[in-house]
């Protein structure tokens, strides 16, 4: 790189010629080898058609129809297996390889090996050939790489009369053998242009060396005006073309150049007239210097003044016509503040005064509105115990008057049930009085059996030995009318003593219906009574809740406005504390009149 920096115009122009050249050769050499590359692959092609047509004609010969016989391949009437000369007359007549195939098993071939034997019995391998040929039943063409060489390859399936692929024919042309001729050509072309580079590099460098001889000129003189040598005569200003201009800008430069030392002469001069007008101005600087430090520390003297707090101080003397302005100024401004400050002490008191009243009633609302809001917490308190006694008074209430209507439903009840009872001794007193007469027939009955049974006694006595049994049976029967009889009474007894007794309960049934009755009609004015009772409460509760609610708010609201007075309070404080803070500020101003006093010690005290 830095030979090349250091390369002279013409070297670098031939070095570019150069690469350019070697660029374009090879780019032209790329061209040509791809132009030619596809012209052979082209005529590959074209051979390998006219061999695959070769070789169907002569397999053909033998017959059209293809077919398996005995595990052999069959052309017609001719075996293929092992027929090497018909692939071997295929060599012959166009060239390159050629194989025939039983399936995808080689059994006529003239590909040989290293060794020289046929590559007979090897199977084709698995691949695009085998599944465009087997298994898409298509011809195969593309390259294939063969014992190591490369071939345009032809694969075409033999197929028999069903239409089913049972061989294959190939056919091959070596791929060295139709690029070996455009190698030699390529080469031939590479060595023709790298003849060509150099004959024209080498003509760049003379012509560009011949072309640049002038500038070297050039540099000369320039480098003679760099170093401040004008007397040289102009070198190639009368050319035409490019040096020809540079030639006479370079005579600019020098004419420049000897323009540019007049000038810096001329600039000397000027400079010592300069120095001479920047001495007076020196003196004049020196003198108004002078003058500005007597008014700045007039000025200095006021204001220090001011920041002690003495508004009556003014500037008087000390000032030239140049500063008078500033004087006035400060004049003006320091009685300005004074006249200002001065409302500022009357304002600070009334602000005292407003702010300590605004302060104490705030402070005396704050109690007040403590107060007022601990009496309606208490109140709210209470309404809340109130109203919860009130809502159990108004359940207990409600409870009462379940209870007092669930008692005169019962009361109800109980009188259907005693009028049930009434009738049902009625009944049993009916049920009495039919048994009564009932047993009375009974007792007839047993009557008229004795009877009977006691003529039958007599009879059978009559009757003598003949009417001894029916006189035994004629005694079992009265002793059985007697018994019954007897039972007849017993019964007619208690059946009076039992329709006694349901007359009596008759009646006390009768007496509690009339008592359940009169209850019954007690129960329900009671329960009407409770029931207004429990609605009086449950309005009554209800009433009281509202007025607790708003209890509440009152509470809730009091609260937020002891809150907003406690803030209001210390905001009064706060401004009481600034309203001191100002007077102590305003305190350190001297306004120079005694009738602001006053209000300075009424704010002292303040403080």
């Known amino acids: 790189m830095l030979l090349f920096r250091r390369a002279s115009l013409a070297q670098k122009l031939s070095a570019a010629n150069l690469l350019g050249l070697a660029l374009l050769a090879t780019a032209l050499l790329f061209l040509y080898q791809k132009t030619l590359s596809d012209y052979a692959d082209g005529q590959a092609q074209q051979r390998l058609d006219t061999n695959d047509r070769v ?3 002569i397999v053909k010969r033998n017959g059209d129809q293809f077919r398996f016989v005995d595990g052999k391949l069959f052309a017609g009437q001719t075996e293929l297996n092992g027929r090497y000369e018909l692939v071997d007359q295929i060599k012959d007549l166009v060239g390159g390889v050629a194989t025939i195939f039983m399936g995808d098993v080689r059994v006529a071939t003239n590909v040989k090996s290293a060794d020289g034997s046929r590559a ?14 087997f298994k898409r039943g298509e011809p195969y063409r ?6 190591g060489q490369a071939y345009f390859t032809a694969y075409d399936p033999i197929k028999d009369a069903n239409g089913a692929t049972i061989g294959v024919l190939f056919v091959g042309v070596r791929e060295a053998e139709t690029h070996a001729e455009i190698a030699a050509i390529q080469f031939r072309a590479m060595m023709v242009a790298f003849v060509i580079a150099l004959a024209v590099g080498a003509a760049t460098l003379l012509l560009s060396r011949r072309m640049f001889s002038p500038l070297v000129h050039l540099r000369a003189a320039m480098a003679k005006i760099s170093k401040g040598d004008f007397d040289g005569p102009a070198i190639h200003a009368n050319r035409l073309d490019d040096i020809g201009e540079m030639a006479c800008a370079v005579e600019v430069f020098k004419t420049n150049a000897i323009e540019r030392k007049r000038v810096e002469r001329e600039a000397a001069d000027q400079r010592v007239v300069t120095e001479k007008q920047r001495e007076r101005a020196a003196a004049e600087r020196a003198r108004a210097a002078e003058e500005q430090a007597t008014a ?10 001011l920041s002690a707090g003495d508004l009556t101080a003014r500037l008087l003397a000390g000032f030239s016509e140049r500063y008078t302005k500033i004087r006035d100024d400060f004049n003006v401004a320091a009685e300005k503040l004074r006249e200002t400050l001065r409302a500022v002490v009357a304002s600070a008191g009334v602000i005292d005064t407003g702010t300590r009243e605004i302060s104490a009633a705030a402070d005396n609302l704050s109690q007040r509105t403590e ?20 809502k159990k008074s108004a359940e207990g209430a409600r409870y009462a008057s379940e209870v007092v209507s669930n008692a005169n439903d019962d009361a109800k009840k109980g009188a259907v049930v005693v009028k049930q009872a009434v009738e049902a001794m009625d009944a049993i007193s009916k049920s009495s009085e039919q048994i009564g007469r009932i047993i009375g027939v009974i007792d007839e009955i047993a009557f008229q059996t004795n009877l009977l049974a006691l003529n039958a006694g007599v009879e059978a006595a009559r009757a003598g030995e ?6 035994v049976v004629a005694s079992e029967v009265r002793a059985l009318a007697q018994r019954s009889a007897e039972a007849a009474k017993e019964i007619k007894g208690l059946v009076s003593t039992s329709a006694a007794q349901v007359g009596a309960g008759v009646n006390l049934v009768a007496e509690s219906g009339q008592v359940l009755e009169r209850i019954s009609s007690q129960v329900s004015e009671i329960n009407r009574a409770v029931a207004e009772i429990a609605a009086g409460a449950q309005e009554q509760a209800t009433g009281l809740q509202q007025v607790n609610t708003a209890i509440n708010q009152m509470d809730h609201s009091t609260q937020q406005n002891a809150t907003m007075v406690e803030q209001s309070t210390a905001a009064s404080h706060s401004l009481s504390q600034e309203a001191s803070q100002l007077a102590n500020l305003v305190d350190q101003f001297q306004v120079g009149e005694a009738g602001s006093a006053p209000a300075r010690k009424e704010l002292k005290k303040v403080a």
């Open 55 to 57: 070789a169907w004609d």
């Open 371 to 390: 107060q007022q809001a601990a009496g309606l917490e208490e109140t709210a308190a209470a309404l809340n115990e109130i109203t919860a006694t009130l």
């Open 466 to 471: 003949a009417g001894k049994g029916f006189a």
């Open 296 to 305: 700045m520390l007039a000025l200095a003297d006021g204001l220090t003044r």
């Open 142 to 147: 593309g390259k294939a790489d063969i014992l």
């Open 120 to 133: 007979v019995g090897t199977k084709l391998a698995a691949g695009p050939v085998y599944d465009a040929v």
